[in-house]
């Protein structure tokens, strides 16, 4: 009896040992501190390696990053991978994302998580995309999730959207501003979307898109007759 007794507080005492390591391992990658990247080469370095914080510390204009004019070559732009799960603080800067190259591409594919925020006072990180292509977009997401905390998300042409949702994809807009450009009307495929949901049929019922704040921007709804003050009493209408 003496013998169980004694073997069962041994267990109870190895239980009780692993609850202040299960705390510490859940909060260990927002203990880390943020790396902080100035150049768009020590950004894509960083998401490639796994960071799991990083923070901008300037502006960063990537029209000449590889070749003057030509903006981001498609197998230089960047992938969230399955497993990563990657906070991008913007820290009061732009990232300024641009290509020339023409097709269905995107700077940002997310397969993983991605957060997006900007922890500055005066809340005018944002990153801006522009570029040529048709059916693009600065951000798909293929299975992961995408989730805007606060900063700016915004496209200066009117042939591309902000965030496109596909395959079981999720997007989450806790905060910030979307903001898109003028649809464009004289396209057999117009775009100009702030968020677009494509998908096959089979995938329809997993995608999400969340909207808890934030806001959502579009000379779409002008040229509507209509303005943002519409769009969010549509969605508080639907208890977004």
């Known amino acids: 009896m003496r013998k169980q007794i004694t073997s069962l507080l041994l267990?109870?005492?190895m239980l009780l040992s692993l609850v202040p390591t299960l705390g510490v391992t859940a909060s260990a990658a927002e203990m880390l501190p943020f790396y902080e990247v100035g150049t768009y080469q020590e950004l894509r370095s960083a998401?490639?390696?796994?960071?799991?914080?990083?923070?901008?510390?300037?502006?960063?204009?990537t029209r000449d990053v590889y070749a003057s004019g030509i903006g981001i070559p498609e197998d230089e732009m960047i992938t969230i991978g399955y497993n990563a799960d990657i906070t991008l603080d913007l820290n009061g800067c732009t990232l300024a994302l641009e290509t020339l190259v023409r097709g269905g591409v995107n700077f940002f594919t997310v397969y993983g998580e991605l957060e997006i925020k900007d922890s500055s006072p005066s809340q005018n990180g944002k990153i801006t995309g522009k570029f040529p292509a048709v059916m693009a977009s600065m951000f798909r997401t293929?299975?992961?999730?995408?989730?805007?905390?606060?900063g700016t998300l915004m496209t200066?042409?009117?042939?591309?959207?902000v965030i496109t949702v596909g395959n079981s994809g999720h997007v989450v807009i806790n905060g910030g501003r979307i903001c898109s450009g003028t649809w464009d009307t004289s396209s057999a495929s117009p775009c100009g979307y702030a968020v677009l949901a494509v998908s096959d049929i089979a995938d329809v019922e997993a995608m999400e898109v969340i909207i808890n704040d934030g806001r959502v921007l579009s000379q779409n709804l002008t040229a509507l007759g209509l303005?943002?003050?519409?769009l969010n009493?549509?969605?508080?209408?639907?208890?977004?």
Request: charged share 25%; no cysteine; hydrophobic share 25%.
């Open 11 to 13: 267990t109870l005492a």
């Open 47 to 61: 998401v490639l390696s796994g960071k799991p914080r990083i923070k901008l510390k300037n502006d960063i204009n």
């Open 142 to 150: 293929d299975g992961g999730t995408l989730t805007l905390q606060s």
């Open 156 to 161: 200066y042409s009117n042939k591309n959207d």
């Open 227 to 230: 303005d943002e003050n519409w």
């Open 233 to 240: 009493q549509q969605l508080k209408q639907r208890g977004a």
